[in-house]
């Protein structure tokens, strides 16, 4: 019975976080124009193929280390094998941590761009958000605008068509040749 009391309580001090996080502006990243540094967070639950995301080695020549991912499932067994490191709502700490060591790996770098790669308000995948610390940020419509400088229109099932948009407009903003 305390655990679900304490779940909710940690929810609400993780909704206050991200309020407080939106009101400020991002950290600004001081790297320079050229996208040489990846960072991919998906929502498993809705696309699971989270592998696609290391062809932006080789449509950006990134270095085969350039690009990170981590997925976010709801739920996840600790005893099943994912190619893509995890975390899920379990791992909500108190006042928007999140407490698990993928995370915390991916969390302490800086990256060019971060891609948003999730269509739902989702709390966990919102507080990532603005935590990573990215020069650009890209994802979709469906979600805040303020959470991405770059909004894509397209179907996040179609990962091809995403990827030809966001070229496409990583070259008019001189990230990409």
């Known amino acids: 019975m305390f655990k679900g009391i304490k779940d909710k309580f940690k929810y609400k001090s993780g909704v206050k976080f991200l309020r407080e996080e939106l009101k400020k502006p991002f950290d600004v990243v001081q790297r320079k124009k050229g996208i040489t540094s990846v960072a991919c967070l998906v929502d498993l639950d ?5 592998n696609l995301f290391y062809e932006f080695v080789e449509d950006y020549g990134l270095r085969p280390n350039a690009v990170k991912i981590i997925g976010y499932k709801s739920y996840y067994d600790k ?3 994912y190619s893509t490191p995890v975390f899920s709502d379990k791992d909500l700490g108190w006042n928007g941590n999140i407490e698990n060591s993928y995370v915390l790996e991916f969390l302490s770098r800086e990256y060019d761009m971060l891609v948003n790669y999730y269509t739902e308000e989702n709390l966990l995948l919102q507080i990532m958000s603005v935590k990573t610390k990215a020069r650009v940020r890209v994802g979709f419509k469906e979600v805040d605008s303020k959470f991405n400088d770059l909004i894509l229109d397209t179907p996040m099932k179609n990962f091809k068509i995403f990827k030809q948009e966001l070229k496409k407009y990583l ?4 990230e990409i040749k």
Do not use: I, Q, W
């Not at 809705?46 to 989270?50: C, G, K, L, Q, T």
């Not at 070259?171 to 001189?174: A, G, W």
């Open 46 to 50: 809705s696309f699971e193929n989270a």
């Open 171 to 174: 070259k008019v903003l001189n």
């Open 79 to 81: 005893n099943s094998p």
